[in-house]
């Protein structure tokens, strides 16, 4: 049977330089940027959009696509390609609470990372030298 990978996004909010990450209350367990899959039918602006409120309650303003993540074995549940963005609070954060499939949200030091599910430490490492440098990630294998 022929399989295509299933699209999903991942939102990055930063705030006072902390980036805003959910627990998981679904497998795989642990911290992930918020995010989730495309429903058929909604665009991945969209999908971006609803994830961080389904799973943070903060409204968001999608700033810049920051980069597209395909690489097969990222998610261990089966094969997808994330497409990543960049995006700031509309909500006031003190308003901010899990909700979905989120056990908790809170903002983390890069310094202070949590262990990340599928592929977000490499993702936040890109974002990391993105900061520093201005250059987005150039296309690679494995990522």
Known sequence: ???NPYPT?????????KVLLIERN??????ALPGGFVDYGESVES???????????????????????SNPSRDPRQHNLSVV?????????DEMKARDDARDVRFFGFNELPALCFDHARILQ???EFRR???????GEGR
């Open 1 to 3: 049977m022929y399989k």
């Open 9 to 17: 996004v991942d939102v990055i909010i930063e705030n006072n330089g």
């Open 26 to 31: 679904n497998e795989p367990l642990g911290w």
């Open 47 to 69: 999908a971006a959009q609803r994830e961080a409120v389904e799973e943070t309650s903060l409204e968001v303003e999608l700033l810049d696509l920051f980069y597209v993540y």
């Open 85 to 93: 963005f960049l995006a700031k609070s509309l909500t006031p954060l």
């Open 126 to 128: 890109d974002y990391q």
């Open 133 to 139: 440098s201005g250059n987005k990630p150039r296309p």
